[in-house]
C-alpha cells in the first residue's frame, strides 16, 4: 500500500505493470523513463536473466509534484511473465496502489493473456487486494501489428469490468503515458480518500496528474514507429550457469532445493537493493542541492552590498530562481498607505498571484499573509488561497512559500516563492535558503534606509547657536 511520510508530507504509490511474457511491460517501463526522465536524472533499475527478459523486476522512481498538500511519488515495478515466476509475481504485486495489465495484441498470444489476466486477479486475493475496488487499468500494446486483434473483442475477452483501457506501442512511446497517466489518477483517488483527504474531486485529481505528465507526453511520437533513442537503464544480470555451477561444487543439486522459499527471499533482497539505490540517488542529489544553495547565496552577498546597486537589482530573483530549479516568484514590498503590495520583482513576469487576488477592504492576499511578519507555507493554492478560481497565470502554481522582509524591528515586504503542480514542494533546505535570502535582503534595506537618513540630515543646515 502507498507509503505516507507525514514528517516530509510525502505519499509513495506503488504501480505494478502485469502481463504475459514478452507483452511489453519492460519497454513500456523504459520508454516511460525516456519519456518522463529523458535526461536520465532518477536511472531506471532493471534486474534481467541472461536472455534480457525480466526475471525480478524494474524499479522506476518518480517524482510528480504536489498533491493536496502532499508531494506525490511513484515507483513503478513489472513482475516476470514467464508461468513459472508465480512466486516473484505474487512478491511484486504485494501493496500495490494500481495495476496495469499489459495485453499483448497479437492474435497468437491470447491464451497467454486469458493466464495473466486470471492469474493477477488470484495474486491480487492472495496480497489482500480486493480486485474489484483495486485501480485496475488495461493497456492493448502493439497496436502496429498488422494483424492485431480487435479492440471490441479484446474487451469482451479481458474487461468484462468496464476497467480503463488504451491502445499503445510501447516501444514507439504512444499510449503510454495514457496508460500510466489513468493508473495514477486511480490510485491517488484512493490512496487520498483513505488518508481523510476526501475532499479532493477526481476532476481535480485527474487535473493535476494531467499537467504533470504533460511535457513527456508531449515527447511521446504521434504516430507508431518513432525513431527516439532507446532508454538507458542500469542491469543486473543474474548469471544462471554460474549460479547453477557454483551449487554443484558444493554436492548439491539446484533443482531439488525449496525453490520457492529460495525465490522469495531473493525477490525481498533485489526489491530492498533497489530501493536502496533509489535511496544513495537521493541522498546525492540532497547534498549536491545543498551546494548548490550555498553557491545562490555566495552569489548574492556581493550583489546586495554594492552600493551603486539598486535596492534589488534587475534579475536578481531570477537567478536564485534557477539555483533552486524554479520559475515563479515575487519580491513584494509594503507600499504607504495601501493595502496592496509594491511588485519590485515577479518572474517570469505579469503581476503576483497573491497580490491580484484582493478583497474588498481588506487588500490583497499577499498583503494580509505578509502583515504578520512570519514565514508562511501555503501547501495548496488552489483550495486554501483560490478556492478554485485561480487568477490568470496561476493555474499551474500547487503551493507557495512566503517569508517576510525585515530588519530590527522593520518591516518591508516578503519574498513569495511559488512551487508548480509538476514540481516538489518547499522541503526544509528550500525553506532555509529563501529564509536566508529574505534576511539579506532585510539588512540590505535597512542598510539603505539609514544611508538615506544619514544623507538627508547631513543636508540639513547646522542650527545657529545661540
Known amino acids: 500500500m502507498a507509503v505516507i511520510d507525514a514528517a516530509n508530507k510525502v505519499v509513495t504509490l506503488k504501480v505494478v505493470y502485469y502481463g504475459c511474457a514478452m507483452g511489453g511491460k519492460t519497454t513500456n517501463l523504459a520508454t516511460l523513463h525516456r519519456l518522463t526522465d529523458p535526461n536520465d536524472e532518477q ?6 536473466t541472461q536472455d534480457d527478459r525480466t526475471l525480478f523486476f524494474d524499479l522506476l522512481p518518480m517524482d510528480l509534484g504536489r498533491i493536496g498538500g502532499l508531494s506525490v511519488r511513484a515507483k513503478v515495478y513489472t513482475v516476470p511473465g514467464q508461468v513459472h515466476y508465480e512466486t516473484t509475481r505474487r512478491q511484486v504485486l504485494g501493496g500495490a496502489d494500481a495495476v496495469v495489465l499489459v495485453v499483448d495484441s497479437s492474435p497468437e498470444a491470447a491464451k497467454n493473456n486469458a493466464w495473466a489476466e486470471q492469474n493477477m486477479q488470484e495474486n491480487l486475493v492472495q496480497n489482500g487486494l480486493d480486485p474489484n475496488t483495486t485501480t485496475v487499468v488495461l493497456q492493448w500494446n502493439k497496436r502496429d501489428l498488422p494483424n492485431a486483434r480487435r479492440v471490441v ?17 510501447a516501444n514507439s512511446g504512444a499510449g503510454v503515458i495514457e496508460t500510466f497517466g489513468a493508473a495514477l489518477k486511480g490510485a ?6 483513505k488518508a481523510g483527504k476526501s475532499n479532493l474531486s477526481q476532476e481535480f485529481i485527474d487535473k493535476t496528474v494531467d499537467q504533470a505528465l504533460a511535457q513527456a507526453q508531449e515527447r511521446a511520437p504521434a504516430i507508431p514507429g518513432s525513431s527516439a533513442p532507446t532508454a538507458g537503464q542500469f542491469e543486473h544480470r543474474v548469471d544462471m550457469d554460474a549460479y547453477r555451477e557454483k551449487w554443484a561444487e558444493e554436492g548439491r543439486d539446484r533443482r531439488i532445493m525449496d525453490q520457492e522459499s529460495l525465490l522469495r527471499e531473493a525477490v525481498q533482497s533485489g526489491m530492498k537493493l533497489a530501493e536502496r539505490i533509489d535511496d544513495l540517488k537521493s541522498v546525492h542529489a540532497i547534498n549536491e542541492r545543498r551546494g548548490r544553495l550555498m553557491e545562490g547565496l555566495a552569489w548574492l552577498a556581493p550583489v546586495l552590498t554594492d552600493p551603486a546597486a539598486a535596492p534589488v537589482p534587475p534579475d536578481t530573483l531570477k537567478t536564485l530562481l534557477e539555483y533552486t530549479s524554479r520559475t515563479h516568484g515575487s519580491i513584494l514590498l509594503f507600499a504607504p498607505k495601501s493595502t496592496s503590495m509594491e511588485e519590485r520583482d515577479v518572474c517570469p513576469g505579469g503581476a503576483d498571484p497573491l497580490n491580484a487576488t484582493v478583497a474588498e477592504n481588506l487588500g490583497s492576499t499577499a498583503y494580509r499573509m505578509s502583515r504578520p511578519g512570519k514565514a508562511k507555507l501555503v501547501e495548496d493554492l488552489d483550495t486554501e488561497v ?7 497565470g496561476a493555474e499551474q502554481l500547487a503551493s507557495a512559500y512566503l517569508v517576510p522582509l525585515a530588519c530590527d524591528g522593520l518591516a518591508f515586504g516578503s519574498i513569495v516563492i511559488y512551487a508548480r503542480i509538476a514540481e516538489s514542494g518547499f522541503d526544509e533546505v528550500e525553506q532555509q535558503f529563501w529564509d536566508s535570502v529574505a534576511r539579506f535582503f532585510g539588512l540590505s534595506l535597512h542598510w539603505r534606509a539609514l544611508r538615506r537618513k544619514l544623507a538627508a540630515a547631513a543636508k540639513k543646515p547646522a542650527t545657529a547657536a545661540r
Open 386 to 392: 483560490f478556492f478554485g478560481a485561480a487568477p490568470p
Open 43 to 48: 536511472g531506471l533499475v532493471s534486474i534481467a
Open 153 to 169: 473483442d479484446l474487451n469482451k475477452e479481458l474487461n468484462l469490468a468496464n476497467r480503463p483501457n488504451f491502445e499503445a506501442v
Open 188 to 193: 491517488i483517488a484512493a490512496v487520498y480518500a
